[in-house]
């Protein structure tokens, strides 16, 4: 059997007929949209923040500062606000590169497991810290992302991603 005789038999069946049906195809490509808006949303965030002056700002309104002193008090984890504080603007340039790395991690599917963990460590972060006194909870927009990260910990970027590709071309070359 040819490679191209494989191929035609994994992606069609033995019989030429398409294997699976809508079920598995939605199955491969269920946690796409979740991937595009986690991906396009951390890369705006992380350039939204490496744009703003005023953020990346040790005080002053609209600062990272301010927000960290803002937070200080309500925060589950005041060590880690303590810690952003040491050096407020070295934290807002962490945050903003980290989003941004992410970003571009799950958008591409580079490292897809690694971005999307991540993404949930820093949404695990500003959760504990910046919106843990959100109240009701669900207000707090940190825990769904961390939520959200969490399948494309466990499941990757199975299509349209250079992990895919790479792990194509490994199977290619057996």
């Known amino acids: 059997m040819t490679q191209m005789d494989r191929t035609m038999t994994?992606?069609?069946?033995?019989?030429g007929d398409r294997r699976g049906g809508w079920k598995e195809t939605a199955q491969r490509y269920a946690l796409?949209?979740?991937?595009?808006?986690?991906g396009v949303t951390f890369i705006y965030a992380g350039l939204d923040k490496l744009m703003d002056e005023a953020?990346?700002?040790a005080s002053g309104t609209g600062s990272v500062g301010e927000l960290m002193n803002a937070v200080r008090g309500s925060s589950a984890v005041p060590g880690l606000v303590d810690l952003a504080l040491k050096s407020p603007e070295g934290f807002g340039y962490a945050i903003a590169l980290g989003e941004l790395a992410v970003g571009v991690g799950t958008l591409i599917?580079?490292?897809?497991?690694l971005a999307a963990l991540g993404g949930a460590?820093?949404?695990l972060s500003l959760w504990l810290t910046v919106s843990w006194a959100t109240e009701p909870y669900y207000y707090g927009n940190d825990l769904i992302y961390l939520m959200?990260?969490?399948?494309l910990v466990l499941a990757g970027a199975s299509v349209f991603s250079v992990d895919a590709a790479f792990a194509d071309r490994r199977r290619r070359m057996r």
């Open 55 to 57: 953020f990346m700002a």
């Open 109 to 113: 599917g580079l490292l897809a497991r």
């Open 148 to 151: 959200a990260w969490l399948p």
């Open 32 to 38: 796409l949209p979740l991937r595009l808006f986690l």
């Open 121 to 123: 460590l820093i949404s």
């Open 10 to 15: 994994t992606t069609y069946g033995a019989m």
